[in-house]
C-alpha cells in the first residue's frame, strides 16, 4: 500500500531550524513529536516502534534525558516527569512532559523560560489529561487553566516568539493510554467527544490571545488508519506528516519559501510492524478487542500525588464538527477581557533580517536543489502569526553537545 504526501527532508529541516531554540510542551504525542523533529534533524528516517513506544530512556538519538524519566520513579500517575534535550552544533530542542496545562510545574517551567533562554519556537499542547485526571467536570477548569497559561506566556516570552497550539488529534472508540487509569476507565467511550469541545474552545482562545493553532484534528480526520490500536497514538508516517505540517507553518510564519514536493511513501517500509488501529473504520456494536498487553506506554499506576508535588530541583523554581454538545454554560466564550496584542514595530522585509554576524538570521547563504528561500516581498498568510517580528539581539548557542555522562545540564 502507498501513500502520496508532502514531505520536509532532512536538509530543508536542518537550514530552516538552523541556530534555532525550539521547545515542545505536553504528553506522550507531543513527546514523539519531539522524538521525530529530533530524528529528521540528522536523517531522512522514520521512528521506529520501539522510539514511539519507549519514555524516559536515558538518550534518544543523541539526545539526553535531563530530569525525571528513569532517573526517577516511572508511573502513569499525574506527577510524572521528563525532560529531554537534543543539542548540535546549530540546533537545540527540548521538550517537557506536562500533564496540565497551568500547574505549579509549569509555573516553574514558565520560570525557566523567563530567567533563561528564550525560544524561538513553543510547540505546546495539553488536553487529554486536562480533561480526564483531575476533575470529572473538567471544562471551567480547563478554561481558567488556558486563559491563565496564554496570559503569562504573553507577558513572558517576546513578540517574535512563534506560539504553536496543536489541536489534540482525534480519539478512537475504544481506548487504551497510559493516562486511561482504572479509575477513570468509565469516562473512555465519551472522551472523543469531550476533545472535540475541548480542542473549539482551546483553538479559539489561542487565537484570541495571538497564537498560532494548528488543526491536527482536521488534518488526520480522514487519516484515522495511521492511528494504534490503544486508539491514542499514531505511527511513525504520521509523526512526519506532522512534523512537515509544523516546519511548513515555521516557514511561513518567518517568510521562506520551502519547496514541499510530493512524495509517495510505501507503507510496508514504515508499518511493518507498526500496530494500526483495526477499529477505526468499523462501525458501533464491533465487539470490543481485548486490551493489548501493557507496553513502554504503561507502568504501574501509582496514587495521585499532585497535591504532595515540589517544584523540580534544578528549574528556576474548516474545523468538523463530528459530534457537538449544547451543554456550554452562558458566557463561557467571552473573550472581551483579554488585552489586546501590543502594536509590534513595522517589520524589515525577511531578505533584510541580518544577525549580528553579518549573516542572513536564518543562515540560508547556499543554493541546493531543495533550498529554502526568503520571500522578497511582504508576504502574509492569514492563518499564520498575524504579524512578524525580527529579534534584533541575537546570542548564537554553544559550540559544544553535552554528552550522557553530564547528565544533559542545561549550558
Known sequence: MKETMKCVSHQQASKLLHN????????SIQRAVYKDLVLLLQKDKYLSLKQLKTKGEMSFEEDCLVEGGCKSLMHNGTGYREVRQYQS???????YFVTRIYSSYMKSILEDFRNGLKPD?????????????YNSIWLDTYKENLHTFFSELRGILPE?????????????????GGFLVQEIEHKASHLRYDVIDANFFSGTLADAYG?????LHFHFRFSLQHRTKDGVHWNALAHRKITSLLLQHF???????????????ELSEITAQQPTNENATKPEGVKRAKRAKRDSYNYQNTSNVWDRLQPMGGYHHGYRQESWN???????????NIPPPPPPP???PPHLSYNRHGQFRSGYQFRSPHHVDPYYETHHHQYVMRNRHTRHIYAPYTQHRPTAGQGGHYY
Not at 20 to 27: E, M, Q, S, T, Y
Not at 89 to 95: A, K
Not at 165 to 174: A, F, S
Not at 251 to 265: D, M, N, R, S
Request: net charge negative.
Open 211 to 215: 497564537m498560532d493553532a494548528l488543526d
Open 89 to 95: 552544533d546549530h540546533h537545540l530542542v527540548r521538550f
Open 251 to 265: 516557514a511561513q510564519a518567518w517568510g521562506v519559501i520551502l519547496p514541499c514536493p510530493l512524495k509517495t511513501i
Open 121 to 133: 519556537v513553543l510547540i505546546v499542547n495539553s488536553c487529554v489529561w486536562d480533561i480526564s485526571r
Open 326 to 336: 449544547d451543554s456550554f454554560s452562558f458566557g463561557y466564550m467571552n473573550t472581551e
Open 346 to 348: 513595522p517589520p524589515s
Open 20 to 27: 534555532k531554540f525550539i521547545v515542545v510542551l505536553g504528553d
Open 160 to 176: 517574535e516568539t512563534l506560539v504553536i497550539w496543536n489541536i489534540t488529534m482525534p480519539l478512537g472508540e475504544r481506548i487504551n
